[in-house]
């Protein structure tokens, strides 16, 4: 809900910079007043908390309605009514318990294992044979009656693609409409899975969300979690369907000290594996946009290099076009990155899954800050 709230937030500010969202059933977004903006966004790619929210997006929802409901999503547990033009989000349908949960909590009680005779790993091995606390079934449940339009990716009128790993394989999945798509050994494109089922693959993140079951084609069930695990930023989708612009939205930020907080050791295990785990995934990040960036400068080092020395053109465009075949790099393709400031301290402490209202708008408040922040530095 953290990250949702982030994601929401820079999109309300890409908003006010004039960008719009189009998105729903193929009529209804060939009737949007916004298909020939050039600044309409017509593709989505989403991992995790982004593939949550840009099921919203690509269903047609605006971006008002999608705060409202948000922020009524709490008030559920203790019987708001929902006046919201989208039904929220609550907590029972975030936190719906996985069944083997309890199972393996009693087996781990009462079974006998000395301690001393299999060692404490061991023990916790044999005993908590559960994917996570949780399962992401209800969400599911909830996208597909509430919020989608269609559950098919191939009846939305614009490209949306969910990202999610897969559990038993070094490889991630891409989960979209039946479109010709460059492939790799990392990556398969799948194409025969619903969209709510998709998002849940993507935001089974263990141990809280167990990963989640969707059978294959053949009938064989495969299994699925975070899509963020395996690929942080998957920009690469968006190029291959031929957007000239990809704003990438991520809301990892680990702390960065300073007097007023102090020390992550005086907060305990929690906010430590978070700033782990934290550091871990912001490194991938940058090294993924720095190796974008090298490979720039390495193509305008030679273009600069024929110019210089008055070479035959034809041999510049031949060179050119076999580096940037080689390596899938696109010369007209920009990209805008946006994620919180090591300043927004309140963004890497707060809780990952409340509803709270308050500190829903807290985080949203920072996704919009951060968007402006980095979109004036463009000409938009």
């Known amino acids: 809900m953290k990250a949702s709230a982030f994601h929401i937030g820079v999109c309300l500010a890409l908003q006010e910079k004039g960008f719009r969202f189009v998105g729903g059933t193929r009529e209804k977004v060939e009737e949007s007043p916004f298909i020939d903006d050039p600044l309409a966004i017509k593709t989505y790619v989403g ?10 997006l690509a269903s047609g929802h605006k971006i008002e309605d999608i705060i409202e409901s948000f922020e009524a999503g709490a008030g559920i ?12 989000l609550s907590y029972f349908d975030i936190f719906s318990l996985n069944a083997p949960t309890l199972m393996s909590i009693r087996d781990a009680l009462f079974k006998k294992h000395p301690l001393r005779s299999r ?14 606390l949780f399962t992401a079934k209800r969400v599911e449940s909830y996208l597909r009656k509430h919020v989608l339009p269609t559950n098919s ?8 693609f969910a990202v999610a790993t897969f559990l038993n394989h070094s490889r991630k999945a891409v989960f979209g409409p039946k479109v010709s798509m460059a492939k790799s050994r990392e990556t398969t494109f799948v194409n025969h899975v619903s969209i ?5 693959a993507s935001i089974s ?14 009938g064989e069930q495969v299994y699925y979690f975070d899509g963020e695990i395996r690929d942080t930023l998957s920009t690469h989708v968006a190029g291959d369907r031929g957007a000239d612009l990809i704003i990438a939205s991520y809301s990892i930020q680990p702390y960065h000290y300073t007097k007023a907080v102090g020390s992550l050791s005086q907060f305990g295990i929690p906010v430590i594996i978070n700033q782990a ?43 050119l076009d076999s580096l940037t075949e080689k390596m899938n790099f696109n010369r007209n393709l920009d990209h805008i990155y ?10 890497f402490f707060a809780d990952h899954f409340s509803l709270n209202p308050d500190i829903l708008r807290r985080i949203l408040k920072v996704g919009f800050k951060s968007a402006i922040n980095v979109l004036r530095k463009f000409d938009i």
């Not at 490194?283 to 030679?302: F, G, N, P, T």
């Open 47 to 56: 991992s995790s908390a982004g593939a949550l929210v840009s099921a919203f």
């Open 77 to 88: 547990l203790f019987g708001a009514s929902e006046r919201t033009k989208i039904k929220p």
């Open 119 to 132: 060692g404490l790993e061991t023990l916790v091995k044999s005993n908590f044979k559960v994917g996570g």
């Open 153 to 160: 990716f191939n009846e939305l009128g614009v490209d949306f």
């Open 196 to 200: 709510s089922d998709a998002v849940a």
């Open 205 to 218: 993140l263990p141990p809280v969300f167990a990963p989640y079951c969707i059978p294959d084609e053949g």
């Open 277 to 319: 785990l934290y550091q871990v995934v912001e490194q991938k990040i940058l090294k993924s946009i720095k190796a974008r960036e090298d490979i720039r400068v390495l193509i305008d080092m030679v273009d600069e290099y024929f110019e210089k020395n008055h070479l035959p053109l034809a041999h510049k465009k031949k060179l």
């Open 338 to 347: 946006i994620h919180p400031l090591p300043q927004d301290h309140h963004m």
